[in-house]
């Protein structure tokens, strides 16, 4: 008996989750997470790099690790509704500029993916041009992929890459997102990780903010404004057409967070 109410106290912890997706500044996230939680900071992740964890995987992940104060994960999904013990940051990206960033990315990488090989043969628009052809190869990384992520969609099917968004995925978000308080804005990365530290703040866990970047594309220069104008004049007109399309459920959500985070910080 003494032992179970021990184990459920265990669970009852507050514990920061950060769902990280590739390319939305989450490894400046998780710099700052290991700066500030050292011993008590851990990962989360499964067998393949396209693995998924349900969430039903994190408390039993938690309960054995009772000294973990902070976790980071590529592959862990959120519940659909929110759990009180446990604080989510989530950062949301502009699909255009985030495309360029996962691009930018497996040129650099030393990755042996298709995704990658593609990536260091081709421009620009010859990438974008190949991810919407191949979703199932990992062209997917790059089309609608933060819905994918971050709701039941990638949990619908046997792998990742035939994962294929709704409405429904996009609504379910929304909930979730209406009910948790932060969503941060890659954007406005400074001002997320301010707000954030506030939040925790309030939850009496104390955690200095640490707002430089790490893993930053070299390229990144200039406001969002002016590299999606540069991005959109490098690809041909019916290819952004067709990225456009292929990033209807990302670019709405993108821009509610946007509307959401500006007034959450307008009212600190």
């Known amino acids: 008996m003494f032992e179970a109410r021990k184990t459920q106290r265990q669970l009852q912890r507050t514990v920061i989750v950060h769902y990280h997706i590739f390319k939305n500044a989450g490894s400046s996230v998780d710099n700052i997470l290991k700066e500030n939680f050292r011993d ?21 992940f938690l309960r054995e690790r009772p000294g973990i104060s902070a976790v980071s994960s590529h592959l862990l999904r959120p519940p659909p509704v929110p759990d009180p013990n446990i604080i989510p940051i989530i950062f949301l990206r502009d699909p255009l500029d985030r495309a360029y960033s996962v691009y930018s990315h497996e040129r650099r990488s030393e990755t042996t993916v298709t995704s990658g090989e593609i990536a260091k043969r081709h421009d620009f628009a010859g990438y974008v041009d190949w991810c919407l052809n191949n979703l199932r190869e990992g062209g997917l990384v790059i089309a609608n992929y933060q819905v994918i992520h971050l709701s039941p969609a990638s949990l619908r099917c046997s792998h990742i890459y035939d994962a294929q968004p709704t409405e429904q995925d996009f609504n379910a978000i929304l909930k979730l997102f209406s009910a948790i308080p932060f969503v941060g804005i890659v954007e406005e990365f400074e001002k997320s990780i301010a707000c954030f530290g506030e939040i925790c703040a309030g939850r009496d866990i104390p955690m200095q903010t640490f707002p430089s970047k790490i893993n930053v594309s070299p390229e990144r220069t200039g406001s969002l404004s002016q590299r999606r104008c540069h991005l959109r004049a490098v690809l041909p007109v019916s290819l952004m057409d067709a990225f456009t399309q292929a990033n209807i459920l990302d670019e709405k959500l993108y821009r509610w967070a946007c509307q959401k985070f500006q007034v959450k910080f307008a009212q600190r």
């Open 40 to 60: 008590h900071w851990t990962s989360f992740e499964g067998e393949t790099p396209t693995s998924v964890l349900p969430p039903s995987t994190l408390p039993d």
